[in-house]
């Protein structure tokens, strides 16, 4: 396969924080490996995990050899960069789950199964450290670092001057150390010069980069990409109801849709060259497309697109459209009955519902008592009987008139029925 120059690559994709000198010259001799880090803590990525496995998908795309590590070691320790408080400490059992988990979210981005010589390999860093004594480890790996240079690295300066009284636990001030030993193991045993993640990371990379020196006798390299904000200033993966994960159990496919087609002009653009794998001039034409006609979206629709498809796959995707339309286009009964129940619940989220029997429904459920008392949808059976005569009553997005009954063929999901009045005023019967 013929090299690309990753580098460049990131460099137009807004994805260059940092960059050791000679890393692209040296990238553009050979295949090289490079690993990145992920915090095996949770049995699911987030998107705040996507940054990192863009730079390694574009690093495989590019020719080269990605390594993935799970910090399995390092998950037990906590790193002090950007946090305030230390992390729980997980048992190795549930480390492992995590980590067969972790290895199939980043299967939608990597190659880690075709035989290419640039396939990518998954490592996790308690398999070389479990059997390190603490006697070995600062014998062997201690003595190379003084305190003083770890005092200076920022990640470790702004925990013990900053708000939090608790200062920084011996076990956290020794994470960039066991980090830096995780580069020196993987250079020696793997080949891999290159350790890449966000700028948050610079001091614990270029600890790796002084292992690899003095006791590698070699030369590590070392490249960082900007921390991802939002324009209005609040977090990069984060939605009202917290993280937004790639895991459908966690996040639907709708959810997660809806997170990125909810996306502001200016963060459309810069998202699209960061998660995306479209090439620059697709993407320069689609924000002069946009440009030119800035209420049509087609940033954000594309960017949904594209990341919900590599997430999800493609039939999660046209479902999660399907059910953007619901709230917003001509959608019928059977578009509403072809939604899962959680996507049904995530599309109609905080829409007030009214548990009723089941048994209400075999003799058929009159539509006055379904809005009216059997509800308190609407106040009172007359202004039922107004909002029939007037035509501004739906059941399941099609128009009912007063002599009309629900039945349980009327169900979503064997479950749910969805009234609604005028254009935006919708309540939920669920039925039990």
Same mark, same amino acid.
């Given at each position: 396969?013929?090299?690309? #120059? ?61 390594? !993935? ?30 980590? @067969?988990?972790?290895? +199939?979210?980043?299967?939608? *981005? ?23 004594? *603490? ?29 939090? !009284?608790?200062?920084?636990?011996? &076990? @956290? ?15 020696? +045993? ?16 270029? &600890? ?76 320069? #034409? ?19 697109? @594209? ?24 959608? &019928? ?7 899962? @129940? ?32 059997? &509800? ?14 007037? +035509?501004?009553?739906?059941? +399941? ?36």
């Amino acid at each position: 396969m013929k090299l690309k #120059n990753f580098v460049e690559e990131l460099k137009w994709r807004g994805m260059v924080h940092d960059v050791m000198p000679e890393t692209e010259s040296h990238l553009m001799e050979t295949m090289r490996s490079a690993y990145v880090g992920f915090d095996p803590t949770a049995d699911s990525l987030h998107i705040g995990n996507l940054v990192p496995i863009m730079l390694l998908s574009f690093f495989q795309r590019c020719g080269h050899k990605p390594v !993935a590590l799970v910090g399995g070691a390092t998950g037990m320790i906590g790193d002090p960069s950007g946090k305030s408080n230390e992390r729980n400490l997980l048992d190795e059992k549930t480390l492992r789950h995590n980590q @067969e988990c972790v290895k +199939n979210q980043l299967s939608q *981005f990597l190659d880690f199964s075709s035989g290419a010589p640039n396939q990518a390999r998954l490592v996790n860093n308690y398999d070389w450290m479990k059997e390190f004594s *603490f006697l070995d480890f600062i014998r062997d790996v201690g003595k190379h670092i003084t305190v003083n240079y770890m005092m200076a690295k920022d990640s470790v300066k702004s925990r013990l001057t900053g708000e939090s !009284a608790d200062g920084m636990s011996f &076990t @956290e001030f020794t994470y960039q150390l066991v980090q830096g030993y995780d580069f020196l193991h993987l250079y020696k +045993n793997l080949d891999c010069t290159l350790q890449m993640g966000g700028s948050d990371q610079w001091g614990n990379i270029t &600890t790796g980069t002084e292992l690899i020196r003095r006791i590698g006798s070699g030369k590590g390299y070392a490249l960082t990409c900007p921390l991802i904000t939002k324009s209005d200033g609040s977090k990069f993966g984060k939605s009202e109801g917290g993280n937004v994960w790639l895991d459908a159990n966690r996040t639907s496919p709708y959810k997660f849709y809806q997170y990125w087609l909810n996306s502001s002009d200016e963060d459309a653009e810069k998202y699209i060259k960061i998660f995306t794998f479209l090439d620059r001039a697709t993407i320069e #034409n689609l924000v002069t497309e946009h440009k030119e006609a800035p209420h049509l979206r087609a940033l954000q629709k594309k960017l949904a697109e @594209e990341v919900t498809t590599t997430v999800h796959g493609n039939e999660e995707f046209e479902k999660a459209v399907r059910a953007s339309t619901i709230l917003f286009g001509n959608s &019928t009964s059977d578009d509403l009955k072809a939604l899962d @129940e959680k996507t049904f619940l995530d599309v109609f989220d905080g829409v007030p519902q009214a548990e009723i029997s089941k048994e209400e429904l075999k003799s058929g459920l009159n539509v006055i008592g379904a809005l009216a008392e059997k &509800t308190g949808f609407l106040k009172s059976n007359g202004e039922a009987r107004r909002a029939l005569k007037e +035509n501004s009553i739906s059941v +399941n997005r099609e128009k009912v008139s007063e002599d009309f009954k629900i039945t349980e063929s009327d169900l979503i999901n064997n479950t749910f029925v969805l009234l609604q009045r005028g254009k935006k005023n919708y309540f939920i019967i669920k039925f039990q």
